[in-house]
């Protein structure tokens, strides 16, 4: 199963929040499904990577907006002079998804895999490129 399909069928289960991308809300859904404590997933571990950090880029994004958005109202607050063109350089600078800084690409992957484990009791494989990855 690819990530994708992982993703919709943990949400359908209830295990994962689902998102509104109009309202930027993250809601609980009811179990349509469910998936029994101790059963297997098998999980393309490519796809979970660019899972993972999609949802640490996103957090990576918040956070540095929120950051300027609180910078720029102080220098309002302050009158001084423009600089938006530094400040929007260092803005682009800090954006680019090179900069995600790994102990937040590390607290996502280790909150997500606690959650299936430890939370919903479930065993996962998770498959590589290479040899043992299945057909």
């Known amino acids: 199963m690819g990530i994708q ?51 640490a880029y996103l957090q990576h994004y918040n956070n540095i907006m929120n950051h300027s958005n609180k910078r720029r109202q102080h220098k309002d607050g302050d009158g001084e002079g423009d600089s938006d063109g530094d400040d929007s350089y260092q803005l682009i600078l800090h954006l680019l998804p090179c900069m995600i800084h790994l102990r937040d690409i590390h607290q996502i992957t280790h909150n997500f895999l606690n959650t299936l484990i430890h939370t919903h009791k479930l065993r996962l494989h998770i498959y590589l490129d290479g040899k043992n990855q299945p057909g």
């Not at 859904?29 to 997933?41: A, F, M, T």
């Open 5 to 55: 399909g992982l993703t919709s069928a943990l949400q359908q289960c209830g295990i994962l929040p689902t998102f509104c991308h109009e309202t930027k809300e993250i809601f609980s859904s009811l179990p349509q499904h469910s998936i029994k404590p101790g059963s297997v997933l098998a999980i393309n571990g490519a796809g979970l990577a660019f899972y993972l950090y999609r949802k």
